[in-house]
């Protein structure tokens, strides 16, 4: 991706973005997450408020070519609503932690979405056609009598047509009120799409969910909280498999939790999951049913000369993704994103620095409860561009290959259409230049969690609170 910034292969530029204006954002429009399904056709988003909304692509026509990045609302519905646990005393929010999507195998598209204890899997489907021409109601809807029923009337596709069958019940058939027994027909309507839940998954989860994976064997997929991880058939909601349990005996003895867990892409067996300690362990389910015991561990030896305070915070893994090809697998901390050859252990093979700005804000940080912040990373389609997020609505990428890096801002002012989007660099002291942003001016209460990149081409979708921003190449 020679372009990512802004070479002369192509730029960036606004293609949507979609939510409200509002100064005063509610908190249940906050997007939680975004996901792109296997082919790029379909946008997930979920919200603070445990709705999910489906974005389906523009098709591209002759007058309008330049609709890759063009996406229209699909569905839109409540995929979780508040709950309360009377044995804990508490409360269980609606909020969408995570959404995958399942590789389509019919008409229909299956996503999972998980709030903090249960995860679901919901049915996507188109209807465009309903039933007309029962026997048991009227046309005006009410029930008639079924021993009154005389003959069989087959409705066809022609309007007014009808095909008459001579029914007798009943010796006497002149004393009974003929009527006609109809076999309903499907008759064309307007497209509906349906969002059905066809599994609930419950009950196995003691801490909050942070991550959901699917197997590449499509039949299985992996749920994991603070201190578990669970795996489960998608056929089966009644029972998982705990497969990691790091949960100490004595709980003061605890010293790291469960980030984030993904399964690899080709290799059904194989799972990594992070820590809030910043190690990766990689772990192999023909090895043994309980993956307590790693087969490889991943980790960055700490210069002992730049450690603080504020170390093991910094250094919490907050997600972990896999490559497409399945050779490398990415971590975002909270200053770098880090590259990881699966058959090196000792040290990231790449890493580049999000915001090293912030080293010295840190103590400003930690006050606002800003360090806390979990940011996600993804890959571009070919593994060969990373993105992440930052504060004031930036966000970064990273060209692997030429180590190129640009930082972009999510902004309504540059959200005219096919508006390019102009880098954007941070001040950090002395004397700022003209199109430079100082540190101190830095907006914390606007960050970009969440981003997803397009499968196969140059779109990615950035959440920006209650907006979702997409953006394009332009080809020059």
Same mark, same amino acid.
């Given at each position: 991706?020679? @372009?990512?910034? *802004? ?6 530029? #606004? ?7 509002? &100064? ?18 379909? =946008?997930?988003? @979920?919200?603070? *408020? ?17 609709? $890759? *990045? ?39 598209? #299956? ?21 007309? @021409? ?24 022609? +309007? ?47 801490? %909050? ?31 998982? #498999? ?43 389910? $023909?090895?043994?049913? =309980? ?6 561990? #991943? ?7 730049? $450690? ?39 040290? +990231?093979? &790449?890493?580049?620095?999000? %915001? ?5 804000? =840190? ?25 992440? *997020? ?33 880098? $954007? ?10 199109? &430079?942003?100082?540190v101190d001016s830095l907006d914390f209460n606007k960050k970009i969690l969440h981003t997803a990149w397009h499968p196969k081409d140059n779109v990615i979708a950035v959440a920006a609170t209650n907006n979702l921003y997409i953006f394009q190449d332009k080809i020059n």
């Amino acid at each position: 991706m020679a @372009g990512v910034a *802004g070479g002369n292969d192509f730029q960036w530029c #606004f293609s949507q973005v979609k939510g409200a204006i509002d &100064e005063d954002v509610a908190e249940a429009d906050i997007i939680s997450t975004v996901e792109f399904n296997y082919s790029g056709e379909l =946008l997930a988003t @979920g919200d603070k *408020g445990g709705r999910v909304v489906i974005f389906q692509h523009e098709q591209e026509s002759k007058n309008r070519p330049h609709l $890759r *990045g063009e996406y229209n609302v699909y569905s839109t519905f409540q995929s979780h609503e508040p709950e309360f646990d009377y044995l804990k005393s508490l409360e269980i929010e609606e909020k969408i932690n995570k959404i995958r999507w399942l590789p389509q195998q019919n008409a229909a598209h #299956f996503l999972l979405s998980t709030n903090d204890k249960t995860i679901k899997l919901w049915k996507i489907s188109e209807r465009d056609k309903r039933a007309e @021409g029962y026997n048991l109601k009227d046309e005006d809807g009410r029930l008639r009598d079924p021993f009154r029923i005389t003959s069989l009337r087959v409705c066809l596709a022609v +309007p007014q047509t009808c095909l008459i069958l001579s029914m007798t019940l009943c010796d006497n058939f002149s004393k009974i009120d003929c009527c006609t027994f109809q076999v309903p027909v499907l008759m064309p309507m307007d497209l509906m799409v349906e969002a059905s839940p066809r599994r609930i998954f419950a009950n196995a989860h003691t801490y %909050h969910i942070n991550s959901i994976s699917v197997n590449s064997d499509h039949e299985t997929y992996l749920s994991a909280d603070d201190l578990r991880i669970n795996l489960w058939h998608l056929e089966i909601t009644d029972r998982s #498999f705990n497969i990691v349990d790091i949960k100490p005996a004595n709980m003061e003895e605890l010293t790291e939790v469960i980030t984030a867990a993904e399964c690899h892409p080709h290799q059904c067996n194989v799972f990594v999951y992070s820590s809030s300690k910043g190690t990766i362990r990689l772990c192999d389910m $023909r090895a043994a049913a =309980l993956c307590d015991r790693h087969s490889k561990f #991943f980790e960055e030896p700490e210069d002992p000369s730049s $450690r603080s305070f504020f170390s093991e915070i910094i250094s919490s893994i907050s997600d972990v993704k896999f490559s497409h090809s399945g050779r490398y697998m990415m971590t975002r901390d909270y200053l770098s994103v880090k590259v990881w050859d699966l058959n090196m252990e000792n040290r +990231p093979v &790449e890493t580049y620095q999000v %915001h090293e700005y912030l080293r010295s804000k =840190l103590c400003s940080l930690y006050e606002n409860d800003c360090i806390f912040d979990k940011f996600e990373c993804c890959w571009n389609g070919s593994d060969s561009a990373i993105m992440t *997020g930052s504060y004031n609505n930036f966000f970064r990428m990273f060209d692997r290959n030429t180590r190129r890096d640009i930082t972009l801002e999510a902004s309504r002012e540059s959200s005219k259409p096919r508006a390019t989007l102009k880098p $954007r660099k941070v001040s950090t002291g002395g004397k700022r230049k003209k199109d &430079e942003i100082s540190v101190d001016s830095l907006d914390f209460n606007k960050k970009i969690l969440h981003t997803a990149w397009h499968p196969k081409d140059n779109v990615i979708a950035v959440a920006a609170t209650n907006n979702l921003y997409i953006f394009q190449d332009k080809i020059n």
